[in-house]
């Protein structure tokens, strides 16, 4: 099935460190990538998204995410890290033919002051 | 900027109970979607309508119905109400002309608590 893959429950950073949390795919064709950001009992929140051209694409509260076809990898990652940005982070797929977008397992950012 | 609107954000039902969640896309929007999430659970995918046509079917149970009027606003239905059925339902819109590239506007959810 086509989907997202998020392998960490949990990604724990210091504030001021750079921040990496991980997503792989499995799609046919083209990929079409999102990441979102989920605060405690709130909505989702769109960060950025990956349809084609540049493998980096720049978004949000200064989020960036890698896209790498070959390693299958739509990374998000961002330079210094607040402690604002602890919050869930989901990265989505949108399946061939189906304009829903499927969410991978979620993944907890804490960043510790 | 307007967002999508959902009401209401609190609901306390019994077992067996009914339940009816709204749904107030953004303006202009054509395409309206419904998530539920689950206690620590990633949105799954319940149901789309497009131009007031279901456009997409997920994992929405029988006991679920959904509709989308001329105005645009979506209602899901949930009736014989289980206590697994607790959760944040989402709703989400996307504008026209986007087709496969465009990302989706979520609201702030309302949160169904089964007794």
């Known amino acids: 099935a086509q989907s997202v893959a998020q392998p960490e429950d949990q990604v724990n950073v210091a504030e001021g460190n750079p921040l990496t949390v991980k997503c792989t795919y499995s799609v046919s064709g083209n990929p079409y990538l999102f990441w979102y950001v989920q605060y405690p009992n709130r909505g989702l929140q769109f960060l950025l998204k990956y349809i084609t051209g540049d493998n980096l694409v720049k978004g949000s509260y200064g989020f960036e995410a890698e896209f790498n076809k070959s390693q299958t990898s739509f990374h998000l990652k961002k330079p210094s890290a607040l402690v604002s940005d602890s919050a869930l982070y989901f990265c989505a797929v949108r399946r061939t033919g189906r304009r829903a977008l499927t969410f991978g397992s979620g993944t907890r950012l804490q960043v510790q002051p | 900027a307007a967002g999508v609107i959902q009401s209401p954000r609190h609901l306390i039902k019994e077992k067996r109970e009914t339940a009816t969640l709204k749904c107030y896309p953004i303006?202009?929007?054509?395409?309206v979607y419904w998530y539920q999430q689950g206690p620590g659970q990633d949105p799954q995918f319940l149901i789309s309508f497009y131009e007031k046509m279901q456009s997409d079917k997920g994992s929405i149970p029988d006991r679920f119905s959904a509709q989308q009027f001329s105005d645009y606003h979506s209602e899901l239905n949930m009736s014989s109400l289980e206590l697994g059925d607790s959760a944040l339902y989402f709703c989400?819109?996307?504008?026209?002309?986007?087709?496969?590239?465009?990302?989706?506007?979520f609201g702030e959810g309302s949160r169904l608590t089964v007794l």
């Open positions: 303006p202009r929007h054509d395409t």
């Open positions: 989400a819109s996307s504008p026209p002309g986007t087709g496969n590239t465009g990302e989706l506007f």
